[in-house]
């Protein structure tokens, strides 16, 4: 009998020696970690969309951690401790069926975009295996007041009425665009080997004024990379605007035969992939949807490469820039 409680007792000294050092004390340690700079606590509606995001799994196929690997730099700069101070438990995942979400918010800040998303992915890109959530909407016959209707694609629209999002999309679609990284401080950014970086341009972000020079000297004047370019349109355009270009009607305006596109004076085309733009006309159409920055993600040569990419294709004649020029706007916007 006495060896039987020896047994017994220490076991259970061992496992509740483990469970301290491995899950209770190292929570308590973590719990102490301040939040990062710009790091704010959810909304009572982001609260709970993120309550609507784990009851429907979204977790099972989109992570929300950005690793220090070249292959995470297009979801943003990798994660620090102080993302997470407001997010417990931590929403981190372990599969990207989907993409990463830790800084969706600012990627693709488009309400719009994530709503026509929502109820159908494959309206928006085509290859998504994303299921779809059209039951968190309502088609109606005449959306009430105060409510946009999601201005769907022909082929995806009901027969009859318009889609409404009901308020478990809305507190979704709230969380998602609380899902962004505030910048850090230049000693606490991490580099790419996951070390503090001199320079603070860590995975993701802008480069700095020097390698930004750098590229603008190393691009070639009046030629560019087609294949870079393509790349850097389908990766941070064509979920809007489309692989033909041709957007989605009174959604995301076309660049195919667009005015700003095909003018000689770039200025206004650098402008808007630099510093975005929202509720822009376009051939006499107001469109609510927001389009992100690329200043903080793209350098002046992949921004020259973009947009002559998209000044080249699908029949727009527009007149090809140079890295240089990107650098001109880039500095006047300081």
């Not at 992915?121 to 039951?135: G, L, Q, T, Y």
């Not at 022909?154 to 962004?180: D, M, S, W």
């Amino acid at each position: 009998m006495n060896k039987l409680l020896l047994i017994a007792g220490g076991s259970t000294l061992v496992y509740a020696c483990l469970a301290w050092t491995m899950g209770v004390w190292p929570g308590i340690e973590l719990s102490k970690i301040p939040a990062g700079p710009g790091v704010e606590p959810l909304t009572a509606l982001q609260s709970e969309g993120r309550e609507v995001y784990v009851a429907n799994g979204c977790s099972y196929c989109h992570t929300q951690q950005v690793r220090p690997l070249d292959a995470d730099k297009v979801f943003g700069r990798p994660s620090a401790p102080g993302d997470f101070k407001y997010q417990t438990p931590e929403l981190l995942g372990s599969e990207r069926t989907g993409p990463d979400l830790t800084n969706i918010g600012a990627r693709q800040p488009s309400s719009v975009w994530q709503y026509i998303h929502l109820y159908n992915p494959r309206a928006v890109v085509p290859e998504s295996i994303m299921p779809s959530f059209n039951w968190m909407f309502a088609v109606v016959a005449e959306a009430p007041a105060g409510v946009t209707p999601v201005p769907l694609p022909n082929n995806y629209a009901p027969a009859g009425g318009v889609v409404v999002p009901t308020h478990q999309a809305e507190a979704l679609i709230a969380y998602l665009a609380a899902l962004k990284q505030p910048a850090l401080p230049a000693s606490a950014a991490p580099s790419a080997s996951g070390a503090p970086s001199a320079t603070g341009a860590s995975s993701g972000e802008a480069p700095t004024t020097a390698k930004a020079s750098a590229s603008a000297a190393a691009a070639p004047v009046g030629n560019y990379d087609a294949t870079k370019g393509a790349a850097l349109y389908t990766a941070n355009c064509s979920a809007c605007h489309q692989a033909s270009g041709e957007g989605l009607p009174g959604a995301f305006p076309s660049l195919k035969g667009d005015a700003v596109v095909n003018k000689d004076d770039a200025t206004k085309h650098i402008d808007v992939v630099l510093n975005g733009l929202h509720d822009a006309r376009v051939s006499g159409v107001v469109y609510s949807s927001v389009m992100p920055p690329f200043s903080g993600t793209l350098s002046d040569a992949e921004i020259a490469d973009l947009i002559d990419y998209e000044r080249s294709s699908w029949g727009n004649h527009g007149a090809p820039i140079t890295a240089a020029e990107v650098g001109v706007e880039r500095a006047k916007a300081k």
